[in-house]
Every structure is written in C-alpha cells, then in structure tokens.
C-alpha cells in the first residue's frame, strides 16, 4: 500500500482539512491549519507531499521523522501544523486497516469518555451569566471564557473589577461545581498577570490560561507565588522539544497541546506522557473541526491525565459553519452530562461529509485575526 494523493480544501469558518488516498483506496482525513495562516500551512503540506507519495502510509513514526528532521531547519508553528495535519490523516488510513479506532493502536482506551467544554462570551467577553446558563440548559458542566479585552503592560483596575464581575456572575448562576477556565489569551504582561490570578483566586477557576504569552514562560514561576488556581498553558507550543523545558521547571498544572499544532497524534500522546511523569495535567487545545477534535479524543482516550476536552461547538469563531457540519452523521459524537464518548469506529472514528466540504471548498475562506491596539495606539495582544 503506497500514498497516492494528498487534497486540501479550504472550508468555512477557517479550517483546512486534508484527505489523503492510497493506491487501494484507503483515505485518511486530517486537518493540518494554523488559524489565519490557512494558506500559509496548505502551502508546507504541499512542500511535504512530494516526499510522501509513494511512500508506505502505515509506516506514521518514520514518516514524522523525516517530516519534522529532514529539512535543517524545524519546528514552529507552520510545519508541525502541516506535519499534524498529514499525520492525523496517516492514523486514520493505519485505523481503517487494522479496522480499530486509533486509541487501540495507542496501548487501547483508559477511559470511556471526557469531559468536555463549551466557550462563552466571545472575544471581547460579555452576556456571560445568560451564556453560561445556555450551556447548563445544554447539559455541560464547565465552559471558558476570555478573561480580559486588550490590557496594556501597566493598566486600570476597572478592567480587572470587570474580570471579576463577570466571572462572579458565572460562579453565581453555575455554582460552587461549575468549572469555569479563564483564558487571559496571552493578553496580559506580568504585572497584571500576578494581580489577576490573586483577585481571581476565591472565585475558584478550573484554571486560568496562558497569563502571559508563551514566549515569556519564565514569568509563570513569579505568577504562581499569588495563586493557588491551576495554571495552563501550551497551545502555542509545539513538539515534545517546545515542551521540554515548561515541564522540567514545574510551573504549571496543566498542558495545552493542540494535536493539530503540536505535531499530530502520537506526538501529543507522548508530549502527554512526558506531563504525566512530571504529575502534571493535560486538557487538549481545540477551537477547531470535527477532524481535530476527533484526534483530540483519541489522545484523551489513552491518557490518563487528560480531564477536561476544549471543543469548538457554538464558539464565537464558527458563525456559518459549525462543528458537527461536516460529518455526515452529526451523532458522532454522542454528548451526555457534559462528557463526550469515544468514538467506536475504525481510524478516527468520523465519516466526513466529502461533497459538501467539496463544494464549500469552491468558495474557501480568508480568516484572519483581528488586530488590536491600547488606547495610547500601540499594539496590543489579541
């Protein structure tokens, strides 16, 4: 069995799937996208793709390997998205031939579901005790919210007064066992972090989220002296290596990885088990489609310190096209107390809704992320 053809489509609200057909017929889907740089990660995926037709699909770890080590410069956010992506597709091609769902080709399932999340309250949050309501009419358990709007490096603390109010209003309507995740999106420098994560601290968050931007990770060690809350982050991190260093230092509670950034599936599964050893907790970044969320649960599956699934169902990003969209059977995934199943079929579980994405393909997209700025005109984090 030998790769054949690699396919990309570029579908609404801002995703990238990618099918990858063998010689005997075999497909496999991923999505392999960077939110805003759709075409920027089609165009790594078709660099990738000369080296992979022709080559043996089943054989995923050497296929990554050469993806992510055979070009002398690695990493990042663009080819491990691509490498994801393609690698995604690989475990569904490996599942359906072995006619097993991924996770049993992982060392088989240590749970039978996981709890999962909704998202309230938009980029710039507000209505979130009505939203929050909605989700409990809905039958979840916990949501996440942006914390903050813009915040400059020193700011006003009206703006954390109104951090306060709303997540008060949350606690209030979902009670003392309502999880709520508080997502600062790397919005906030230092300074503010530490004043934040102390306010916050008694209306016991599930955790809060990326308080300062990856790239300043050392600050974490000087935010977590004002809180007990647990602290998280990792979305914008990427392979075991980007990983490495946060896990060693102890500073957080709880990983992030995104099995469509990180470097796919199995990278993730090992990024998880890498946490574990070090007694920390994951809970999968995925404001994504059905493909991305579908290798979440197959990570989440065999993991035992995964609690908690981030899922993009009714997430202010997907106006138009939403998450169960593009399955042909939206029952897929099967939600009940707040939890999702796993799922039972071979590869990734989903069967895709080809002629629709084919023809939504035809119109594409061009998402990008806003761009914004403190009232003093300088840029500020989004």
């Known amino acids: 069995m030998k790769i054949k053809k690699l396919e990309l489509f570029k579908v609404p609200p801002r995703w990238l799937f990618l099918k990858i057909t063998t010689d005997d017929g075999l497909t496999g889907w991923g999505e392999p996208v960077i939110e805003g740089?759709?075409?920027?990660?089609?165009?790594?995926?078709?660099?990738?793709?000369?080296?992979l037709i022709g080559k043996d699909p089943l054989r995923i770890e050497d296929l990554w390997q050469v993806m992510y080590r055979g070009g002398f410069y690695r990493g990042g956010p663009i080819l491990t998205s691509a490498i994801s992506g393609i690698e995604q597709a690989l475990w569904d091609i490996k599942g359906?031939?072995?006619?097993?769902?991924?996770?049993?080709?992982?060392?088989?399932?240590?749970?039978?579901?996981?709890?999962?999340?909704?998202?309230?309250?938009?980029?710039?949050?507000?209505?979130?005790?009505?939203?929050a309501q909605a989700q409990i009419d809905a039958g979840f358990t916990a949501v996440k919210m942006n914390g903050t709007e813009e915040m400059h490096y020193i700011d006003s603390f009206s703006k954390i007064d109104a951090v306060l109010e709303?997540?008060?209003?949350?606690?209030?309507?979902?009670?003392?066992?309502f999880g709520i995740g508080i997502d600062f999106h790397g919005r906030v420098h230092k300074s503010m972090a530490k004043i934040l994560a102390k306010e916050l601290e008694p209306y016991r968050p599930m955790f809060i989220e990326e308080p300062v931007l990856p790239?300043?990770?050392?600050?974490?060690?000087?935010?977590?002296?004002?809180?007990?809350?647990?602290i998280a982050t990792g979305e914008r991190m990427y392979t075991r290596w980007g990983f490495k260093q946060l896990l060693q230092d102890g500073i957080v509670d709880i990983i992030q990885p995104d099995v469509s950034h990180a470097g796919g599936i199995l990278e993730t599964r090992k990024i998880a088990a890498m946490a574990e050893a070090y007694d920390i907790a994951m809970a999968p970044h995925c404001p994504l489609g059905p493909i991305a969320l579908a290798a979440c649960l197959h990570v989440?599956?065999?993991?035992?310190?995964?609690?908690?699934?981030?899922?993009?169902?009714?997430?202010?990003?997907?106006?138009?096209?939403?998450?169960?969209?593009?399955?042909?059977?939206?029952?897929?995934?099967?939600?009940?107390?707040?939890?999702?199943?796993?799922?039972t079929g071979p590869g990734l579980g989903i069967n895709m809704n080809?002629?629709?994405?084919r023809e939504v393909a035809a119109i594409g997209h061009d998402w990008k992320n806003p761009v914004w700025r403190n009232v003093d005109g300088t840029v500020a984090e989004w």
């Open 300 to 343: 989440d599956a065999c993991s035992p310190n995964a609690f908690i699934q981030e899922q993009s169902l009714g997430i202010h990003y997907n106006e138009g096209s939403d998450l169960l969209d593009y399955l042909l059977d939206a029952r897929t995934f099967k939600y009940e107390n707040g939890s999702v199943s796993l799922p």
């Open 166 to 177: 709303r997540v008060a209003a949350v606690r209030e309507i979902g009670g003392k066992d």
């Open 37 to 51: 740089r759709a075409e920027t990660v089609r165009a790594a995926v078709d660099e990738l793709s000369s080296y």
């Open 354 to 357: 080809e002629e629709k994405i």
């Open 96 to 131: 359906k031939y072995y006619n097993a769902p991924v996770y049993e080709l992982l060392g088989g399932a240590c749970r039978d579901n996981i709890r999962v999340y909704n998202w309230i309250g938009g980029d710039r949050p507000s209505d979130v005790k009505a939203a």
């Open 215 to 230: 790239e300043n990770n050392e600050a974490l060690k000087e935010i977590a002296k004002y809180t007990s809350t647990p």
